[in-house]
Nanobody, 119 residues
């Protein structure tokens, strides 16, 4: 499986913003939803946001609604996650997945990008 490439993480103060990017190099004919998950230390990986590849419909976890925005550029096989109003509890490794069905990640993962929010 082709690995996705995530970037954009970093250290930011509470209330700050970051923009994550995820490139799917092997995405030629796929129309599966793409999205983001995150995993905090000692916790299970959880759904954050997803977007339908054709229509651009967005889905969010309740914990990030109104603060995070997912978007995409089909021509670049890239999905983005804009993180605003960050909270310390958003601290996690953020992973991209290129095949999300009914909220379940069934495709390839990237290496993840660390987001750390200081209080």
């Amino acid at each position: 499986q082709v690995q996705l490439v995530e970037s954009g993480g970093g250290l930011v103060q509470a209330g700050g913003s970051l923009r994550l990017s995820c490139v799917d190099p092997g995405r030629t004919f796929s129309s599966y939803d793409m999205g983001w998950f995150r995993q905090a230390p000692g916790k299970e990986r959880e759904f954050v946001a997803a977007i339908t590849w054709r229509g651009g419909t967005e889905y969010y976890a309740d914990s990030v609604k109104g603060r995070f925005t997912i978007s995409k550029e089909n021509a670049k096989n890239t999905v983005y996650l804009q993180l605003n109003s960050l909270k310390p509890e958003d601290t996690a490794v953020y992973y991209c997945n290129n095949e999300i069905r009914a909220g379940r990640p069934l495709g390839s993962w990237g290496q993840g990008t660390q987001v750390t929010v200081s209080s």
